[in-house]
């Protein structure tokens, strides 16, 4: 038995996040009163997570366009780079916060379930998968039960899919409390030439839904992602679908056996908002229609209703339109792959996505109307400075006290959260597999990823401090991609192309939504200079908690190519090499983690950056890498020179005799400051003079400071540390943590 | 003489593509792929059970695999006395269906855990250990939730008079201790054979570690024995 469908009124529209104003488009739109089915497809349709009505036309000011892009930014699920030798990369990231706030082990593994589906249904087989959290305090309990299931959530997934988790990055601060942010990125690979398309053309192809059969989870997660979490946020625990990384396996191997076939017109994975996104998208796409029988629909319970069939979000299913006469071909692939293939219907050639159950008719929408570039909405939100970034400028740092044992200080720095090594993480998953990890997680700024059959390598890394965003959004939003970059250029990669994930509060709010703004601005000036464009990503708005909005988070997925594997540097000192630093000077604790975990201030300005130097820092430090002079190199990022220097010790055995006077006058800048573009490099005694003179050459500062040797780091008279005893504490820490010690 | 190998295919591995890369393209051998629907196994002359998760392994890790068509014809093979090597997945596959004894638990710290370990040879006299050259310990790594090996004490004294404890985790000096057992694993265990030695079952995975650049190329030492071993016979 049907429950009877409720009338459709502007209060309903309004229960389903429509506002007076769109429920009024809808009307207009189909020239009457929806049907409960229609405003549900509506109300997901035109929800911020599947229309980007509050950010599309932020994002559209993002540099798109770039040399090695085969597939712009919105095109298709994800972004296509050219990597050269007839080889493509699609990549991607995409968030699952809010799941993971409520159900941190599903909402977490359906998060990379969701990612790795927008790469293979491009044809692309997914290479690497790296992953960006956030999180509050771990001293918090909830907090550590967060963190522990949503790793435990990624590492099920992941290992059973068999794609390496290579790297990520995550950092933990109180205003993520309450709502973690769980950003997912997957990397694939596909010869140039065969990939798919999200498209539905071609009047009387059939649709065949292929996958998991169909279920009353997750109905609405796309409404769920799109509003702030509250208080009852326990309630929506049904909202969160469950993972199965064995079907989505066989989702993945068919799919691709499938495409090979050529009978494959478009294909598109079934995220947010399933049957009903993917029909009208593709169909969109195509400027085409699709008549659809729900009743064809393979059912995991009885007496599903269209509004729950179209709504449903069950994970590892996938719309595949065949040409017309070979579905057979399709299915058979399918089958032998034990996974459901029914045709549910056929592509028409008017622009209407109708819906059929029981013979009845309980939808028809024009497929334009529901989608994004089409007739969603698109809002320019109202903007406000806000009040709280004068202040914060404005803190006088001679308040502060110097340490009084510089020893403690920086074993205290290694054990913040936000430096310790992230073996506790990482060890959780398979970072092997596929045997093609030449640099996994660990000893470097970002991990390297070779392509057999060729000598060319991937670096990949995820970066983004939303501490710097949140003291200057414009200039933290640079800071996220010039960092991710410098990650990329320290391994011996060329930076190429990002992917961002743009998470922030409520975009109503005009603090927000200026912060939204100017963030977005920052990371396109960036883009600009390093010649990085975007190619695509993902937006999550209304991460918030009763007590405000997070820092705002635009995490950056950055994709670089190395030319020849031979390049690959890691940040370990690996033997009695001499030591310079190069780059720009080590002035400045604004937004420190120095300031944040030895003081409990989150004060100042955003990190210094020029970003001409910036580029020119990169280009030279690149050039330094191919032309053979470099050992060893690491960025300067969180916790400043000394963490650099103290994590090149660990990660080599080996210890290091600095003189920290000829980087300036105040111990504390020069060893803590996290002022941009500079970088740690290693060179052997014979080539001293010859890479001096290359950074010289290309009016980059570069300062001799010391040599690599012994068992102990001395950072002039300061600080003289057993290397064994760094690694305790910097090992030591997160284990620690999860014990609640 | 060569030596054909067939990588076993279950839905869910995902190491047979690493095995088959191993075996054929780094060390040069005559290797295919079968499909685990597959009754027949051909010509092959080792049979390579890879890592991975088989059915999903839902319920336990190689419970369902046993009961497929493949194994039917592996169990008869192994019978026979041809060789098969089982990795991780493969080796739960073996404990499931009866070729080895004794079964897995859930890592004693229950969590999924990838890294290198040390491997000590405990006996250098089976086709998979022959051509390791004495006293090496092995860096190979270790890629799983339930490597946390157990069996009655009978079975355990059975498995050491008879030699059939074929890799124990060690330090890298070789030292077997439990701090160098990184899920629980009765004695260490790290790898064992059967009587006759001609089916061997191992955590660790040699097929990630063939080539110096992925860190170390020692589990070249366990294909190149199983290779000698068939040249001989």
């Known amino acids: ?409 920086v074993l205290n720095m290694l054990e913040s959260p936000n430096v310790a090594s992230r073996r506790w993480v990482f060890e959780q998953y398979d970072h092997m597999v596929r045997t093609n990890t030449v640099v996994g997680p660990g000893p470097s700024d970002a991990a390297v990823i070779r392509i057999k059959d060729s000598n060319r390598g991937l670096a990949v890394k995820t970066d983004c401090n939303g501490r710097y965003v949140y003291l200057n959004p414009r200039v933290g939003g640079r800071i996220a991609v010039a960092e991710a970059a410098r990650n990329v250029v320290c391994t011996g990669a060329k930076p190429v192309a990002i992917t961002n994930c743009l998470n922030f509060g409520n975009p109503y709010k005009p603090e927000v939504y200026w912060v939204f703004k100017e963030a977005v601005g920052g990371m396109g000036d960036a883009c600009l200079a390093l010649q990085t464009p975007v190619t695509g990503g993902n937006v999550s708005l209304y991460n918030e908690n009763p007590k405000g909005a997070v820092f705002p988070t635009p995490t950056i997925g950055m994709l670089g190519i190395i030319e020849d594997m031979d390049h690959v540097t890691t940040a370990a000192f690996t033997g009695k090499h001499e030591i310079l630093y190069v780059g720009a000077p080590r002035r400045g604790l604004g937004g420190s983690e120095y300031l944040s975990h030895i003081h409990g201030l989150t004060e100042g300005d955003a990190p210094h950056l020029d970003l001409d130097f910036e580029v020119n820092l990169q280009s030279a430090l690149l050039d330094a890498i191919r032309a053979g002079l470099i050992c060893s190199a690491h960025d300067i990022s969180d916790g400043g020179l000394a963490v650099t220097l103290a994590e090149m010790c660990i990660f080599g055995g080996i210890g290091a005799g600095i003189d920290l006077n000829k980087l300036g006058d105040d111990p504390v800048e020069v060893l803590f400051s996290e002022a941009q573009s500079g970088v740690v490099v290693a060179v052997t005694g014979d080539d001293l003079e010859k890479a001096t003179a290359h950074f010289e050459r290309a009016a980059v500062p570069v300062v001799h400071i010391g040599r690599a040797g012994g068992s102990t780091l001395d950072l002039g008279e300061l600080v003289s540390l057993p290397v064994e005893a760094m690694k305790d504490r910097y090992e030591g820490a997160i284990p620690k943590a999860m014990e609640g010690r | 003489m060569s030596v054909k190998f067939g990588v076993l295919v279950f839905p869910g591995s995902n190491c047979d593509h690493d095995a088959y890369h191993a075996i054929k393209h780094v060390m040069g051998n005559e290797t295919r792929f079968i499909w685990h629907k597959e009754h027949d196994l051909g010509d092959v002359d080792v049979v390579v059970i890879p890592g991975g998760f088989s059915y999903g392994d839902y319920l336990r890790s190689g419970a369902i695999a046993r009961f497929s068509p493949v194994m039917k014809s592996v169990v008869d093979f192994a019978n026979k006395g041809g060789l098969v090597i089982g990795i991780c997945n493969g080796f739960q596959i073996l404990l499931e269906s009866g070729l080895l004894p004794g079964a897995m638990l859930h890592n004693r710290q229950l969590r999924f855990t990838c890294k290198f370990v040390n491997l000590k040879t405990e006996n250098s006299d089976t086709p998979f250990t022959s051509a390791i050259p004495e006293g090496t310990i092995l860096r190979i790594p270790v890629a799983h939730g339930e490597g946390n090996y157990i069996a009655d004490q009978q079975t355990l004294d059975r498995l050491r008079d008879n030699g059939q404890i074929v890799f124990t985790y060690c330090s890298a000096t070789g030292e077997v201790d439990d701090a160098f057992n990184p899920n629980g694993a009765a004695l260490n265990i790290a790898g064992i054979c059967n009587e006759k030695r001609n089916v061997l079952g191992m955590m660790p995975h040699p097929e990630r570690a063939v080539e110096k650049e992925l860190g170390s190329s020692d589990g070249q030492f366990i294909f190149k024995s199983i290779l000698q071993h068939m040249i001989s016979v």
């Open chain 1, 1 to 409: 038995m049907m429950m009877k469908e409720p009338l459709v009124t502007a209060e309903l529209a309004r229960e389903h996040g429509l506002n007076d104003e769109e429920y009024a488009k809808i009307q207009e739109y189909l020239g009457r009163v929806p049907t409960f089915t229609e405003l549900g497809v509506y109300s997901v349709m035109w929800s911020e997570h599947c229309s980007y009505k509050n950010s599309i036309a932020v994002l559209k000011t993002l540099p798109k366009k770039g040399p090695h892009l085969l597939v712009e930014a919105g095109e298709e699920n994800a972004g296509l780079v050219d990597i050269g030798d007839g080889l493509a990369c699609a990549f991607k990231i995409e968030s699952h916060n809010h799941p993971s706030a409520v159900e941190p082990y599903q909402g977490a593994a359906t998060g990379v379930g969701g990612i790795h589906r927008d790469i293979f249904t491009m044809g692309a087989r997914p290479v690497a998968s790296l992953n960006s959290l956030r999180f509050g305090s771990l001293k918090n309990p909830r907090v550590r039960y967060l963190f522990d299931g949503v790793v435990r959530g990624i590492a099920d997934y992941g290992n059973s899919f068999g794609v390496p988790t290579v790297a990520g990055d995550i950092f933990f601060d109180e205003s993520y409390e309450g709502n973690p942010l769980v950003n997912a990125m997957s990397v694939g690979l596909v010869k140039v030439g065969e990939t798919a398309s999200a498209i539905a053309k071609g009047e009387g192809n059939p649709v065949i839904i292929v996958g998991s059969s169909t279920g009353r989870d997750g109905i609405h997660g796309a409404t769920f992602a799109s509003e702030d979490l509250s208080e009852d946020n326990e309630s929506k625990r049904p909202n969160v679908q469950v993972g199965d990384p064995f079907t989505e396996k066989l989702l993945l191997e068919a799919s691709l056996e499938a495409l090979k076939t050529g009978a494959v017109v478009g294909m598109q994975d079934m995220g947010a908002a399933g049957i009903a996104c993917s029909t009208s998208e593709m169909s969109a796409k195509g400027k085409s229609g699709m008549r659809i029988d729900l009743d064809k629909v393979p059912m995991r319970e009885e007496g599903m209703s269209a509004y729950e069939l179209l709504l449903s979000e069950s994970q590892e299913r996938m719309l595949v339109v065949a040409e017309k006469g070979r579905e057979q071909e399709i299915i058979d692939i399918y089958e032998k792959w034990d996974l459901n293939a029914i045709v549910i219907g056929e592509v028409t050639s008017d622009d209407k996505v109708v819906y059929y159950r029981d013979g009845e008719m309980k939808a028809s929408i024009p497929a334009d109307s529901l989608v994004l570039g089409g007739g969603a909405p698109v809002y320019i939100r109202e903007t406000r400075r806000p009040g709280y970034l004068d202040k914060k400028h404005a803190f006088d740092f001679t308040s502060l006290k110097p340490p009084t044992d510089y020893n403690e200080t």
